[in-house]
């Protein structure tokens, strides 16, 4: 699929409110309700929109707190990297697990409470898969965090 300056505005739009309707994304982009709706349709056929979320505040939640988890592990067969798979998409609060290239086998973000919080995550990681090396890194700040890509 070719996607041109009008799609691309209309993708932009999405990113930054999922919400909006068809008539207002339309007037943004400056197409008819129906034509809007083509394109629309057409980027979520292509696989180009893959979902609309809603974003929530993680501290509204009481999950305001961040984890970057260093993983390296002993074990690189199909078998071990299918059970941590399994496991990583098992546990909410994974938000994103990562294989990685470098030192460093994977890299996974999760979101929990607290400190205790995050200590009966990890608990209940480690006794769904061995790890060799677990190294937790929390955020302090956030300086930015988007779900937006750069169109």
Known sequence: MVIDHIDRQILQK????????????????????????????????????????????????????TVFISVRTNQHDPDWLEKFATAARSMPEILGAYRMSGDLDYLIRAQVADMPAYDRFYQRLIKRIKLADVSASFVMEQIKETTALPL
Do not use: F, H, M, Y
Request: one cysteine or more; charged letters at 25%; proline letters at 0%.
């Open 14 to 65: 999405l990113q930054q409110d999922a919400s909006l309707s068809l008539e207002d994304l339309g007037e943004a982009v400056g197409l008819s309700r129906n034509a809007c709706w083509r394109r629309v349709k057409n980027l979520t056929d292509a696989g180009i929109i893959a979902s609309r979320v809603a974003i929530l505040d993680a501290n509204k939640l009481d999950l305001g707190l």
